[in-house]
């Protein structure tokens, strides 16, 4: 009988073997795009005046090279009101910085970046945010009852639209967790936004645990990169089976110089309130 069963899985394994065939796929591949990750975020308390800005090149799904980074760029943010200027220095590693930014709220900018002798601009105003009010911790707002989750609090201003942007990032997890608001049903009314974990094998990820320490931020948008990161964040996310196929998503950086030559990424001003909590 050994010898039988023996004899059947050498029989199983070559059949197995000899069916599998290699097949070469080839995978569409697209020029290298500049990619523009410029968000000056304002800390509430702070001057606002230390920011700075990252250029690289996208890369194909497959490539293994990891370093992109753009240099030899020229940066600059213009005030649109009084036309003065912040130059961001090239530290020759893809970032851009500046200690003499000044933030004003609902001032209007433009970022200008020139790559290659073609000009990128955007423009975008500083949007304030209201303040934090309350941090709480619980297990009955999520969808595990047994699962910590922290809840944060704040009041919409009253007679305005207003669009935010949250981040929780418990720091034993690489990436943060992002979320877009809108007050469309909660105008002028007490918000409470919830962040809960469930444990992820995929990404190696655990529940919120007792002693871990997260991130808050809360920010505020404008309406076109509130629809912008909506896209973003949705794409982003593990729809499983049934899920959109991803499209390109364009943000607020045109080329002047070449229109088809366009770049990803977007110019964003926000002010933001940042807490720090300690899980219990």
């Known amino acids: 009988m050994?010898?039988?069963?023996?004899?059947?899985f050498i029989c199983i394994s070559f059949f197995l073997t000899s069916c599998v065939d290699v097949i070469?796929?080839?995978?569409?591949?697209?020029?290298?795009?500049?990619?523009?990750?410029?968000?000056?975020?304002?800390?509430?308390?702070?001057?606002g005046n230390e920011q700075f800005i990252e250029l690289s090149l996208s890369t194909p799904y497959f490539e293994s090279t990891v370093s992109s980074e753009v240099t030899g760029?020229?940066?600059?943010?213009?005030?649109?009101?009084?036309?003065?200027?912040?130059?961001?220095?090239?530290?020759?590693?893809?970032?851009?910085?500046?200690?003499?930014?000044i933030p004003i709220l609902?001032?209007?900018?433009?970022?200008?970046?020139?790559?290659?002798?073609?000009?990128?601009?955007?423009?975008?105003?500083l949007i304030p945010v209201t303040n934090i009010t309350e941090i709480t911790q619980s297990t009955e707002n999520g969808f595990d009852n047994e699962a910590i989750e922290i809840n944060i609090t704040f009041l919409d201003p009253e007679d305005e639209e207003n669009y935010y942007l949250?981040?929780?990032?418990?720091?034993?997890?690489?990436?943060?967790?992002?979320?877009?608001?809108?007050?469309?049903?909660?105008?002028?009314n007490e918000m409470t936004l919830t962040y809960e974990k469930t444990k992820h094998e995929n990404n190696k990820e655990d529940e919120l645990q007792p002693g871990g320490i997260v991130d808050i931020h809360l920010h505020g948008i404008s309406q076109q990169y509130y629809n912008y990161i909506r896209l973003l964040i949705s794409q982003?996310?593990?729809?499983?089976?049934?899920?959109?196929?991803?499209?390109?998503?364009?943000?607020?950086?045109?080329?002047?110089?070449?229109?088809?030559?366009?770049?990803?990424?977007?110019?964003?001003?926000?002010?933001?309130?940042?807490?720090?909590?300690?899980?219990?």
Do not use: M
């Open 236 to 280: 982003s996310e593990d729809g499983g089976l049934f899920a959109a196929t991803p499209a390109e998503i364009k943000g607020n950086c045109i080329n002047k110089t070449n229109k088809d030559n366009y770049a990803f990424g977007y110019f964003r001003l926000t002010e933001v309130d940042k807490k720090v909590y300690i899980v219990e």
């Open 24 to 47: 070469d796929v080839d995978v569409p591949t697209a020029p290298p795009r500049l990619v523009i990750e410029a968000s000056l975020d304002w800390k509430k308390g702070t001057l």
């Open 106 to 125: 609902h001032q209007s900018y433009t970022l200008e970046v020139i790559y290659k002798n073609e000009v990128y601009l955007a423009t975008e105003k």
């Open 73 to 101: 760029a020229k940066v600059r943010v213009i005030n649109n009101s009084d036309k003065s200027e912040v130059v961001f220095v090239d530290q020759n590693n893809g970032f851009y910085t500046t200690t003499s930014f």
């Open 2 to 8: 050994k010898t039988y069963i023996y004899i059947l």
């Open 166 to 188: 949250t981040k929780f990032h418990d720091r034993n997890d690489l990436f943060p967790t992002l979320s877009d608001e809108s007050d469309e049903f909660t105008n002028g």
